[in-house]
């Protein structure tokens, strides 16, 4: 069975450390559903999170061969422990008159951000979790939608000491 699995890295900041761990999935014919990379609370360090599909055997075996690579300093699973997690998406639809107050119940519904608006379309700021977005650019593809982008899934453990490795290299 394929379930989606989150896996966050601590890496050191250096060059070429994106492009090993993309590899290292690549080598292995494994999808990466989304990546996101940005520092962390720790100086010279960043945080990766990988979001991918596989069953149990594969998210160990990721996490195991993750930890092994040069400059991935700890590999946790988060869907081990609770955690939140958030996309963000950008939509510009195409802004008839006559659905104006229609699409504005949603906007409202799904509390998003209107951060663009022209004569003729208007940008959607969309953040949540990834099923909550999905869910919301279902309902929006009867408006036309021009253009979309997403930032991809990032995530964290709630609560304090959550941070443990799954495995460390």
């Given at each position: 069975?394929?379930?989606?699995?989150?896996?966050?890295?601590?890496?050191?900041?250096?060059?070429?450390v994106l492009q090993r761990v993309a590899g290292l999935f690549s080598r292995r014919s494994y999808n990466i559903e989304?990546?996101?990379?940005?520092?962390?609370?720790?100086?010279?360090?960043?945080?990766?999170?990988?979001?991918?599909?596989g069953d149990d055997a594969l998210v160990r075996q990721m996490c195991s061969q993750l930890s092994k690579l040069i400059?991935?300093?700890?590999?946790?699973?988060?869907?081990?422990?609770?955690?939140?997690?958030?996309?963000?998406?950008?939509?510009?639809?195409?802004?008839?008159?006559?659905?104006?107050?229609?699409?504005?119940?949603?906007?409202?519904?799904?509390?998003?951000?209107?951060?663009?608006?022209?004569?003729?379309?208007?940008?959607?700021?969309?953040?949540?979790?990834?099923?909550?977005?999905?869910?919301?650019?279902?309902?929006?593809?009867?408006?036309?939608?021009?253009?979309?982008?997403?930032?991809?899934?990032?995530?964290?453990?709630?609560?304090?000491?959550?941070?443990?490795?799954?495995?460390?290299?």
């Open positions: 069975m394929s379930n989606r699995f989150l896996l966050s890295a601590t890496v050191n900041d250096t060059p070429g989304s990546i996101t990379v940005g520092p962390c609370e720790q100086e010279g360090r960043s945080r990766m999170i990988v979001a991918a599909r400059d991935v300093l700890d590999v946790v699973q988060l869907q081990e422990r609770p955690f939140v997690s958030r996309d963000l998406m950008l939509v510009k639809l195409r802004m008839e008159p006559s659905k104006r107050s229609e699409l504005q119940s949603l906007i409202d519904t799904f509390r998003c951000s209107v951060i663009d608006v022209s004569p003729d379309t208007v940008i959607l700021q969309v953040v949540g979790d990834t099923e909550k977005n999905d869910a919301f650019l279902q309902l929006l593809r009867p408006y036309g939608i021009l253009e979309m982008t997403r930032t991809g899934e990032t995530a964290m453990s709630r609560g304090l000491g959550e941070r443990e490795p799954t495995s460390i290299g």
